[in-house]
Each structure stands twice: as C-alpha cells, then as structure tokens.
C-alpha cells in the first residue's frame, strides 16, 4: 500500500495519535504468516481456517452458492480454499474476524445503536453486492469483495465510539443538534473522519489497497485517485441504505449523494431503482452479526 499510505501520512499520523486501534485478530495475522510461505498448500490454510468454525462456515457456505456454480456440494474446507483461491479465503475469514471483534451486543447510547450499525453495515454489503452483480463495471470483481467493501466502509464509526467515546458521542450530538452530517462535525471535532479511521485501520490489518481506499473515499468519491468505481458503488449503497430507513447513526441527516456515481459504476437511476426490491429481500434473508 505505498502509494495510498504515501499520500495519506498526515492522517495516518494522526489517527494513530488519536485512537488506539485494533490489532489484527489472530486467525487474520495467522493466515497472513501461513500465506507468506511459497511452500503453502490449501491444506496448510486449511488448518487455520478450520480452527475458527466462524471462518470455515463462511467459506462453505460461499463455496457451495450460485456465484461457483459447482455440480457438487463441497463439504471439505481444504478443498473449498482450493476453489476460492488464497485471497478470497482472506476476505471472508475477515469479514467473520470483524463481526467477532466488533459484533457483539452493546446497549444503544444515545444517537449510536450498535444493532443498527450493524444492519447499516449489512444493508450496504447487501447493496453494493447486487449492484456491482449488475454491472460490466465489476466484471473481474468477485460479488464477495463488493460485499465486503460495503460490510467495512462504516468500521471507523465503531471504533471511534469505542475508542473515544465521549468524544464521539459529544460530536453526533453536536451533529443532531445542528442537522449537519457527522461526517463534517468529525473534521471540525477531530480533525479526520471515520472514512479514515476505518481506512487507517484496514492498512494496519494488511488488508487490500482497494478496500482501504474505498473505505476513506466513499464520502467523496471524486476525490479517490486510485479506484473511483469500487467507492462511488459504495457511496451509492451507502445512500440506499439511508434512504431505505437504515441508517448507521440515529438522529444524524444523511449526506448528500454525488450523482456522477451512477456513470462510474456502469448503472443508471432507473436501473438502480429496478434493483431495490432484490436489494431488500436479500438484506431479509441475510445474517446479521446477532
């Protein structure tokens, strides 16, 4: 990631100065070590994955659905991993890393409800999945990736509201209280965002430069210079989620939409439109971290 932690110093330094992060959860710096190796089998990720039954479920189950459209059930984990490839098999053991780090019960306070961030979080996944699924744009991008890039654009939020609590909660209420977006009450409060937040911590975790990228820009996707079209479909997805009475904070307004996403993800209104009962019903019968 040279080149975007190149041109993001500043807010690395300061975050970093500001909020104790999260260190990597062990199943994700284990693959990492175990992946490092040139001598690695599947079998070798196999035991990492299959000591985390969280992980190995999760790679089962995206295993055997209609995207590989695979003849036959696949039971083995070994040979799941062997299907996805090492990458992907990453990603999904962090999207079950993340919900077991961050996804557990907590009482709402105040403007933040833990359960509806989460549903936020889903619902944006859901999105961005079903949007890019539609798309030329996201031909050579796996419908996981675009799940999870929806999944994670919101983590710096919670970290913020577990890290710097009274601050953060002092700013959503400043927000509330002046109906503006935290997005700009977290500037003027901290000096950086959560978009950073969570994309400071995605370089912390060794997580895919596109991914982290996408996560800091999808509150202004025209200002991404690297890869314009995975954060303007988040930035799209996001605003779905909003509109669709699902917001990620309560009592905060939603941001304004930057209408030239549409042409930067290869859909139009209408057809975004056309997509929304299928967006629904997949968010209905997705799995929510509780």
């Known amino acids: 990631m040279s080149e975007f932690t190149g041109s993001a110093t500043n807010i690395l330094g300061l975050v970093n100065s500001t909020i104790e992060l999260?260190?990597?959860?062990?199943?994700?710096?284990k693959l990492n070590e175990v992946m490092a190796r040139v001598d690695t089998s599947a079998a070798d990720v196999a035991k990492v994955v299959g000591a985390d039954p969280a992980v190995a479920t999760n790679i089962l189950r995206i295993v055997n659905s209609a995207y590989y459209g695979l003849q036959v059930r696949v039971s083995s984990v070994s040979l799941a991993i062997s299907v996805m490839?090492?990458?992907?098999?990453?990603?999904?053991?962090?999207?079950?890393a993340v919900f077991s780090s961050f996804?557990?019960?907590?009482?709402?306070?105040?403007?933040?409800?833990?359960?509806?961030?989460?549903?936020?979080?889903?619902?944006?996944g859901v999105a961005a999945r079903a949007l890019a699924s539609n798309s030329s744009t996201f031909d050579d991008m796996h419908p996981e990736d675009a799940y999870i890039a929806g999944l994670l654009h919101d983590i710096g939020k919670i970290i913020m509201m577990e890290k710097a609590a009274p601050r953060y909660l002092a700013m959503l209420r400043k927000a509330v209280a002046q109906n503006r977006p935290d997005?700009?009450?977290?500037?003027?409060?901290?000096?950086?965002?959560?978009?950073?937040?969570?994309?400071?911590?995605a370089i912390k975790w060794s997580l895919p430069e596109d991914l982290a990228i996408a996560i800091r820009y999808h509150h202004a996707?025209?200002?991404?210079?690297?890869?314009?079209?995975?954060?303007?479909?988040?930035?799209?997805?996001?605003?779905?989620?909003?509109?669709?009475?699902?917001?990620?904070?309560?009592?905060?307004?939603?941001?304004?939409?930057?209408?030239?996403v549409y042409a930067h993800i290869?859909?139009?209104?209408?057809?975004?439109?056309?997509?929304?009962?299928?967006?629904?019903?997949?968010?209905?019968?997705?799995?929510?971290p509780w």
């Not at 999260?22 to 994700?28: D, K, S, W």
């Not at 992907?88 to 079950?96: D, N, P, R």
């Not at 996707?221 to 779905?240: N, V, Y």
């Open 22 to 29: 999260p260190t990597m959860p062990e199943v994700l710096a």
């Open 85 to 96: 490839g090492f990458n992907m098999t990453k990603k999904v053991a962090l999207k079950a």
């Open 103 to 124: 996804g557990k019960r907590r009482e709402k306070i105040q403007h933040f409800d833990p359960a509806q961030f989460w549903k936020h979080a889903v619902f944006v």
């Open 183 to 201: 997005t700009e009450i977290e500037k003027e409060d901290f000096g950086f965002t959560h978009a950073d937040v969570g994309s400071v911590l």
């Open 221 to 260: 996707p025209a200002k991404d210079p690297f890869h314009r079209s995975l954060s303007s479909l988040i930035h799209l997805a996001d605003h779905l989620a909003w509109r669709g009475r699902n917001p990620s904070t309560v009592g905060t307004p939603m941001a304004a939409l930057d209408h030239d």
């Open 266 to 288: 290869g859909l139009d209104p209408v057809r975004v439109e056309e997509l929304l009962p299928q967006i629904h019903e997949d968010f209905a019968a997705s799995e929510l």
